[in-house]
C-alpha cells in the first residue's frame, strides 16, 4: 500500500492550496482519513479528519472555517481545501488512513505560506 501526495506548493498569505492523497495497492477496511501536519520544532498535529461517508469530521481549532476535507470512498483518496492560509500554516503535511489493522501514512508534502 502506498499513499502518494501532490499538491505541494509556495503561497502568499491569504492564498489557497489543494493538498490530494491517493492510496493505490490492496487497502481493506478503511476507516478514517485525513490530514496531519509538522512545522519544524514542532509535534506532528492533527489538521483534519473525516469518517467513512463522511457522516463526521474533525478539525483542528487554528483551521476550522479556512479548511475543508473531502474524501472519494471509491477511489480511495482524501483531499484538503485550504484558503485564507496564513504563515503559521506553513508545516508538512501527511495524509493518513486508518484501517481497522493499520495506520498507512504518505510521505509529506511541505506547504509554506510566505509573503
Known amino acids: 500500500v502506498q499513499l502518494v501526495e501532490s499538491g505541494e506548493g509556495s503561497v502568499q498569505p491569504g492564498g489557497s492550496l489543494r493538498l490530494s492523497c491517493a492510496a493505490s495497492?490492496?487497502?481493506?477496511?478503511?476507516?478514517?482519513m485525513g490530514w496531519y501536519r509538522q512545522a519544524p520544532g514542532k509535534q506532528r498535529e492533527l489538521v483534519a479528519t473525516?469518517?467513512?461517508?463522511?457522516?463526521?469530521?474533525n478539525y483542528a481549532d487554528s483551521v476550522k472555517g479556512r479548511f475543508t476535507i473531502s474524501r472519494d470512498n471509491a477511489e480511495n483518496t482524501v483531499a484538503l481545501q485550504m484558503n485564507s492560509l496564513k504563515p503559521e500554516d506553513t508545516a508538512v503535511y501527511y495524509c493518513?488512513?486508518?484501517?481497522?489493522?493499520?495506520?498507512?501514512w504518505g510521505q509529506g508534502t511541505q506547504v509554506t505560506v510566505s509573503s
Open positions: 473525516m469518517t467513512p461517508g463522511g457522516r463526521s469530521t
Open positions: 495497492g490492496s487497502i481493506f477496511g478503511i476507516n478514517t
Open positions: 493518513k488512513v486508518a484501517t481497522i489493522a493499520f495506520d498507512y
